[in-house]
């Protein structure tokens, strides 16, 4: 299976898929233009990777910063990762948040509430 990786922009996020590495990140600012165009291939690699998935899957959410537009592209993605986990795959979300954002603590906490499955909320360092 293809690895899927974006570079970061001004504008989106860092993005690897990698099945072989296990590797599963989201990582950066997401306010793209067309949040559909950039959402869509992710969305397609992991529909393709649902097909054969690793027996656990860690998915690592980081985000700085992410528009509402995005975040419902968030929760595309987590109910995918929901659907690995009803057909008995072990996955695991890690969102991660800086210290100080409530926001972004807040929004994983209600994410963690809708997909109902292992979730972790990681608190980071101040720089």
Same mark, same amino acid.
């Given at each position: 299976?293809?690895?899927l990786h974006?570079e970061?922009t001004?504008t989106?996020?860092k993005?690897v898929?990698?099945?072989?590495s296990?590797?599963?990140?989201i990582?950066?600012?997401?306010?793209?233009?067309?949040?559909?165009?950039f $959402?869509?291939?992710l969305? #397609?690699w !992991?529909?393709?990777?649902?097909?054969?998935p690793?027996?656990?899957?860690?998915?690592e +959410?980081?985000f700085?910063?992410?528009?509402?537009?995005?975040?419902?592209?968030i929760?595309?993605?987590?109910n995918?990762?929901?659907?690995?986990?009803?057909k008995?795959y072990?996955?695991?979300?890690v969102?991660? $948040?800086p210290?100080?954002? #409530?926001? !972004?603590?807040?929004a994983g906490?209600?994410l963690?509430?809708?997909?109902?499955?292992p +979730?972790?909320?990681?608190?980071k360092?101040?720089m």
């Amino acid at each position: 299976m293809e690895r899927l990786h974006l570079e970061p922009t001004l504008t989106t996020p860092k993005v690897v898929f990698d099945r072989d590495s296990g590797e599963f990140t989201i990582q950066g600012k997401s306010l793209p233009e067309d949040v559909k165009s950039f $959402y869509t291939p992710l969305i #397609a690699w !992991l529909d393709d990777y649902m097909k054969n998935p690793n027996k656990t899957s860690i998915f690592e +959410f980081d985000f700085e910063y992410f528009n509402t537009a995005s975040s419902k592209m968030i929760l595309i993605i987590m109910n995918r990762i929901k659907e690995l986990f009803k057909k008995g795959y072990e996955v695991q979300i890690v969102w991660k $948040y800086p210290q100080q954002d #409530a926001e !972004l603590e807040e929004a994983g906490e209600e994410l963690a509430e809708l997909i109902s499955v292992p +979730f972790k909320l990681v608190p980071k360092p101040e720089m």
